[in-house]
């Protein structure tokens, strides 16, 4: 495969945002290079084996569409979806398909390295590829990378954590397990109502996606007899497609930074103990659970928040919470704040009214200081609060595919970013947002 010394759009990291933007650029006549870290693309979402996929949807009204739809019916296809949970590897070759028939360029196995700027415009960036450099330029850039890479080494401005104590939300490993028997589990939480979370439903139906969370006493007795971590608060899984089997959300690291490589490497080796601590603690004691067994940890612990972009605007926590909606919106969600506490620091849910959603202005997709660098995702310009709410899978598939849009309209029109006129941004992604 020729890597040219050239692109039009260069997109770094290919997690769901930055796989939406290419595929969007591509399909929009943009010549794309994703660039990707890992040999496979996904990022939390394969990577870090993170499903389901968050609530998107208010009073029926689906809230994101297009890539995101690809990339779900592609799922379904290939039985790898239950009504929003998946399998990562459904969710890596529906990418590699829709990448691959937008004519977008991957390079895998690939981790930017450098960045090269003239004042406020970059020119270029180094990958490192197998043992050697490649220095590759484009118009227009787009940083996908969830930490910010691309702004970090560029220089460009961002922000990190908590506004007041600077925290980072928890990190969790996920994990999947097997012959799980569902019938004896949900019976069992449908008779210990208190064991669980109020907001857990027991209607349960087997034939579609189950949510359990909770063994409060179970957890607190293993955790008093030094069996079990104490920074694991509950046990939370969802089913997936195969029978018997769940996805588990459950193991809680604290205290470290998820965009360095030493704290990292703790947060690898803490997941894995509490998975086992937890595995063992299932097998055990936990009806249901008798002949279950691992199937397989995520093969990097998943990272929820590091570094984010300042950009012209930053969506805040007031405006999920009231809703707010904007003349320049390129995207919309009506997931709430989500943040997962630190030591010292509680865990907040706070959702929106039923019914109600957000919009999420293009302002928050441009970077500060910089004339052709775009964010999606993790790293969308946002508060802390805001930023929240606007991680989850979905949100970020929509503002990915709207940095998408946004970079071919330039390189088409051979505008600056500024100068592209958002109703032609909002044309392109007509599907995403609420026509007036
Ligand atoms: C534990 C956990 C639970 C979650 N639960 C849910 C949930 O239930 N539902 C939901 O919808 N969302 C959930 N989320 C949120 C969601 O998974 C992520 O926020 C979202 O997937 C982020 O997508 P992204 O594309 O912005 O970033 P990422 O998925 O992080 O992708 C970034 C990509 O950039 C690559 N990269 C980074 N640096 C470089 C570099 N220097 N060079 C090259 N490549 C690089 C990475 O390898 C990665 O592939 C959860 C997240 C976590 C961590």
Known sequence: MEIRSSYDVIVVGAGIAGISAAVKAGRSGARVLLVEQYGFVGGMSTAGMVSPFMKHAVQGEVLVRGVFEDIEREMRAQNGMIDNGFYA?????????????????????????GVHRTDERV??????????????????????????????LAGLPWAKGDEATGKLQALTLFFRM???????????????????????DT??????????AGYFSIVKKAIAEGRLSPDVQYIFFTTLPGSGEGSFNTSNILALDGSTSPDLTRAELTGRKQVHQVVTLLKNEVPGFERSYLIETAP??????????????????EDIKRGRKFDDSIARGC?????????????????????????????????????????????IS?????????RIQPTSAATGEACGALAALAVRKDLPLRSVDVRSVQELIAHNITQR
């Open 123 to 152: 020119d270029s960036i180094t990958v490192f590829v197998a043992g050697r450099t490649l220095t590759i330029s484009a118009s227009v850039f787009i940083d996908t990378s969830g930490d910010a890479q691309l702004l970090f």
């Open 178 to 200: 097997g012959n799980i028997d569902l019938q004896r589990v949900t019976d069992y939480a449908a008779a210990n109502r208190k064991e669980f979370f109020d907001w857990m």
């Open 89 to 113: 590897h459904a969710f890596r070759s529906a990418s590699y398909h829709l990448l691959t028939e937008a004519g977008c360029t991957m390079l895998l196995h690939a981790v930017i390295a």
């Open 382 to 390: 946002s508060t802390r609060e805001g930023h929240s709410a606007l």
């Open 203 to 212: 209607s349960f139906d087997l034939t579609k996606i189950v949510s359990v």
């Open 335 to 379: 997931y709430g704040i989500d943040i997962h506490g630190q030591k010292d620091e509680e865990s907040r849910m706070e959702h929106l009214p039923e019914g109600d959603y957000y919009e999420i202005p293009l302002r928050a997709l441009l970077v500060k200081e910089a004339v052709n660098v775009l964010v999606a995702g993790r790293c």
């Open 300 to 317: 990097q612990v998943g990272v929820r928040e590091t570094r984010r972009a300042v950009g012209d605007y930053a969506v805040t926590g």
